[in-house]
């Protein structure tokens, strides 16, 4: 097995995780969150999306799928590129307002293809090449890709575990 193969098949096991946390619940449901100041399923789902979006823009040189169409109006939001969740406020927290699980659903899915699509074109060599000398060590291609595989999967996990408490 390439390790492309083996990102590929790690990638594309969110998908599923992704629908499972937010089928079924209402736009009231996704925007709803378990205790004052906390971060709601659509924010979680919306954030580990906007995460890997960005940096899959950075990696292919691409513009952000959240940036083109009108994407980010579904969510409520203006198409800031910058804007990907980090350092919200409960406020800002709750400003992000998908009319339902399904536009959650396909801003991840359209994330996903590219990713896939990404991924396929990788040689084992790639993932030694330096995409980030800001940090020290530098950050390889390989790293950064796990890197957002682990924040995807931690964020979906946050997610499923927001709705169990939402559903008891």
Request: no cysteine; aromatic share 8%; glycine share 8%.
């Amino acid at each position: 097995m390439h390790s492309k193969d083996l990102l590929i098949e790690a990638f594309d096991r969110l998908p599923e995780l992704v629908r499972s946390a937010v089928d079924g619940l209402s736009p009231e449901q996704l925007r709803t969150p378990p205790a004052e100041g906390a971060n709601t399923v659509a924010w979680l789902v919306w954030h580990l999306t906007r995460i890997q979006d960005g940096y899959l823009a950075e990696l292919t040189g691409q513009d952000q799928v959240y940036v083109t169409g009108d994407r980010a109006e579904q969510f409520g939001l203006k198409a800031d590129p910058d804007d990907n969740g980090y350092g919200h406020t409960a406020a800002q927290v709750q400003a992000v307002r998908p009319g339902s699980a399904g536009v959650l659903v396909d801003y991840y899915q359209a994330v996903h293809e590219r990713t896939l699509s990404y991924l396929a074109g990788l040689t084992d060599g790639d993932l030694d090449r330096v995409v980030d000398e800001s940090w020290d060590p530098p950050v390889t291609l390989g790293v950064r890709l796990v890197s957002i595989l682990n924040d995807d999967t931690q964020h979906v996990g946050q997610a499923a575990y927001v709705r169990g408490l939402l559903e008891s």
